[in-house]
Every structure is written in C-alpha cells, then in structure tokens.
C-alpha cells in the first residue's frame, strides 16, 4: 500500500516529468522525426487522476495501480525530477544555484611583463591574483594561448586555491598575459 | 465590518452529491438577523436543480433552523453540470456596505473524473491499450473537456463550462466502444 506522501512525491514528480518529457520528444521529433510526444499527455492525464483520487483512495489497490503506473511511465526522468523536487533548483520552481566557486562575473586581465609597476617583473614566473581562485582559465602569451600542465614545452600550473599561475619558465620583459577567467 | 455573503462548494467521491458550505462571517451580523437563507443552483439552461427533487421551489431553502452548521448536501445530481450557484440572505436589518448575495460558476467535474480514473486505470493494467489510437484519442479527449469545463468555470463561463461537461458526457457514453 502506497502511504500518502509517496503519492504526493509521486504527484509533484509526475508534474516535473511533463516539462522534462516534453523538453526530449519535442527535441526528437524535430531533430529525429520520430513522434512520441504523446507520452508526455499520458503522464499529464495519469497525474491528474492521482491528483483527483488522493484525498480520498489513497491506500485503494486499483488507485495504487495507477500510481505504480505513473512511476513506471516517469522512470526515465525519475532522477531528475526528484533532484528538482528536493533541491527547489529547477527549471519551474525555485531560482538556479550559482556555484560558491565562481563569485563574479567573468573577465579578462591584460599584464605587460616587466613594466613599470607590472605585477609580473621581468624573469619571473609567477602571478598572483585572488580574483582568479577557483576560475577556469583561458591563458594567452603573445597571442597564443597556452595550455596548463601536464602538456610539454611552454606551460603553467594553476592553484586554484590562491590563483597563483606559475609558469614552467620565467616570462621576458614586454610580453604580454591575457588572462580570461570565467 | 460590512456582512458580506460567501459559500464554498465541494464534491467527494459519490458523484450524485455536491456539498455546500456558508462561509459567511456571521459575527458582523448575526443570524438570527435574517430572515432567510437560499440556494440557487441555476443549470445552463436557466432551470434550477431542485432539493428535495419534489420542491415545489426553483431555490432550495437552506434556512439557519434546518442547516445549523451552515452546511448543506445536495443529493440527486445525475451528472456533471456547469451550475451557476447563488445564495440570498434576507436581512431584517440591512446594513450600508453589506452584501447579502453571492454568486458563483462552478463547474462539477465528479462523473468525467470517475471516468478518467477508469481509463486510467485500464490503461495502468493493460498498457498496450495505449497502441489504440481510439483508446488514446478519446481519453485525451475527455482530458481535455474536463480541463476546458474548470478553465472556463474558473472565467465564469457557465455555458462553456457547461458544453464541455456534455462533451465529456457523450464520450463517456460511448466508452464500450472508445474504451
């Protein structure tokens, strides 16, 4: 026998699984031609009888039936909606989590080596900037983007605790560091 | 604080039943002020539904002596309605502000309701019957009825909401060979 909050988790699971549902058919039938929208209204028209029957069959074995056949039809979005459901971040209800690790908007920070009050004197190796910590970088020397270790040749290593970019050799004055970060 | 007349209506799983409730704050003034207290249930059509069946009255006297709790169940309802509900209150002692009048389109969605549970549960156990193009077609029809009758009550459309039920109704009759 179904107890009542399962029927109520199972009610606001059918009703997120309409919206997923719907998201992929429409995305096959037009990208694949291949028709199953339907589903999404026999998801719709079974939560609607649950919705209907729960104040007063919950616990009937026919209205239980019909419940069990709603999780069967959302089995494939079932993950999702629950994680919805539970975190209130989905599309429909709540507003979107933005990770603690990226605080601001992206940006770029251009640097000249060795000039005067660079941050990065000449023949060094090393910048630090804490607005880069826990960034994914797009790092450009000399209009060539390079790419962090364990690549060979020129490259860096990034903390992404301290946003230190140290570099596997030091940089000559009048180069010029582009840093994207987002 | 003016009187102002209310009521909520409500349906359980015995469709042949509408329950309806005077939600009226009768602290502002008090029963015994009135002199009588009526129910209205106008069909599309512009007759009433009579309570008892036998009432010689188009309204159905819902009087404060007989219905103490303020609450009234009307039986014989033979099928789903678009019904615009009324209740008056005669005051023996009008107050300036207070409405003593109340009318609302509700849509009773009991017997389409029991129909759908039915489909769903044919379909719960026999789900290859979704490979019907007339099984599906016509279940999504009377999804769409019963959803068109509360949007349109919800409008106060009675006669919509009232053409839908019958649509619903008619689907339903026809469900040996739809279902």
Known sequence: ?182 | MPFVANFTVAQGLDCSQVVITDTSNYTAEAKNTFTYRRLYLYKADGTTIKYPANSPTDYIDFSFAGYPTDQITITGIDQDYGLRIEMDLNSSAPQPGSIYSKSTVVALTCYTNTALYNVAQIAATSPARLDDPVFYSSWSALQTEKDAAVTAATYGDQLSADAALKRAKNIINQSAIKF
């Open chain 1, 1 to 182: 026998m179904l107890s009542n909050q399962l029927i109520s988790d199972y009610i606001q699971w059918g009703d997120i699984s309409v919206y997923l549902s719907d998201n992929q058919y429409q995305k096959e039938r037009y990208y694949k031609w291949v028709d199953e929208t339907r589903k999404t209204r026999v998801i719709y028209m079974v939560n609607e009888v649950l919705k209907w029957g729960q104040p007063y069959l919950v616990g009937n074995p026919d209205y239980d039936e019909v419940a069990i056949y709603l999780y069967s039809l959302i089995g494939q979005w079932l993950l999702q909606a629950a994680n919805i459901a539970q975190t209130g971040t989905g599309l429909v209800i709540g507003t979107p989590v933005i990770p603690t690790s990226t605080p601001g908007a992206a940006g770029q920070i251009t640097i000249q080596v060795g000039a005067a009050g660079s941050p990065i004197p000449a023949n060094t190796n090393q910048y630090t900037n804490t607005i880069l910590a826990n960034r994914v970088l797009i790092v450009i020397l000399d209009n060539v983007v390079i790419q962090p270790e364990p690549l060979p040749n020129f490259d860096y290593s990034f903390n992404t605790v301290t946003g230190t970019i140290t570099f596997s050799y030091n940089l000559s004055a009048g180069q010029i560091l582009t840093i994207i970060y987002i």
